[in-house]
């Protein structure tokens, strides 16, 4: 709770999430050693700027509001992680296909369509045992055997939110279908009007993996 508590694991948290966002990447999209570096401190000082600003600003809010600031930071740091980390499917499109996977060019507005929704599914991840277990906490320790055993409430904070995440994880990763798809009407117009050249009207929908 102390800002340097607060400093310490937002950083070690986003570290690991560079490296998550970093593996489930399309691999087909190529990334630099600088581009990664880059999507690196911004995410993680996206992550310590809202952290800690928000940690000064609910000082004196309800102890309740204090314990959401991490999850505001988790949220704030994957709407600037992911797709920093993820940043040259952006730049130069992936690749979409028709209903028989067969490769009809690439799209960025398909990579931008992904890219969303994992960044919601990450934070629908992240949601529950960090808004609810917070709420849990602050019950239990008004009773008296709470407070007799101190020592045993990280501990016991680990196991419920490794709870969470047990049915969250998969829940969050069915949000939204792995192979996703996108309306020709919605792609770039020289992609959809090449599309409609060699294929006429037989390909409504193009398909492409969003990554995780």
Sequence with gaps: RTVP???FWQWVN???NAFVNYTNRNAASPISLRQIGVAYVTATGAALATAVGLNLYTKRAPPLLARW???AAVAAANCVNIPMMRQQ???NGITVTDENNNELGRSRRAAVKGIAQVVLSRITMAAPGMIILPIIMERLEKFPFMQRIRVL???LQVLLCGGFLLFMVPAACALFPQRCSLALA?????LRDSIMAKHGDKVPYVYFNKGL
């Excluded at 919605?186 to 020289?190: G, I, K, N, S």
């Design 14 to 16: 986003q570290s690991f």
């Design 89 to 91: 499917e952006i730049i």
């Design 153 to 155: 409430h990280g501990p």
């Design 186 to 190: 919605d792609l770039e117009v020289e």
């Design 69 to 71: 600031v991490p999850f």
């Design 5 to 7: 508590a607060v400093v």
